[in-house]
């Protein structure tokens, strides 16, 4: 059974930092590649960021370039998203994704607000 469980979302101050995990579990972690999206209501799903399976590539959305940075510890099964200098348009579901299979996690809330 594969599971994706995100988790570190909640509320923050515009120009603040967050950091998401996201928990995999029923496949081998270190063999695909992982994504971020998020999604906010009555938009489409956008893309964040995705990582390589060792972490050694990434690939960010221009929205969050210079800002997100994606990590994996293959050894604990989990992937990262280090949130920096956050903006209120950065509120949103953060689902946590395998690129291979259409495999997403439940959300974490993230809000940016003062």
């Known amino acids: 059974q594969v599971q994706l469980v995100e988790s570190g979302g909640g509320l923050v101050q515009p120009g603040g930092s967050l950091t998401l995990s996201c928990a995999a579990s029923?496949?081998?972690?270190?063999?695909?590649?992982m994504s971020w999206y998020r999604q906010v209501p009555g938009k489409t799903r956008e893309f964040i960021a995705r990582i390589d399976m060792t972490g050694s590539t990434t690939d960010y959305a221009d929205s969050v370039k210079g800002r997100f940075t994606i990590s994996r510890d293959n050894a604990k099964n989990t992937l990262y998203l280090q949130m920096n200098n956050l903006k209120p348009e950065d509120t949103a579901v953060y689902h946590c994704?395998?690129?291979?299979?259409?495999?997403w996690g439940p959300g974490t809330q993230v809000t940016v607000s003062a």
């Open positions: 994704s395998r690129s291979s299979g259409n495999y």
């Open positions: 029923g496949f081998t972690f270190s063999f695909y590649f």
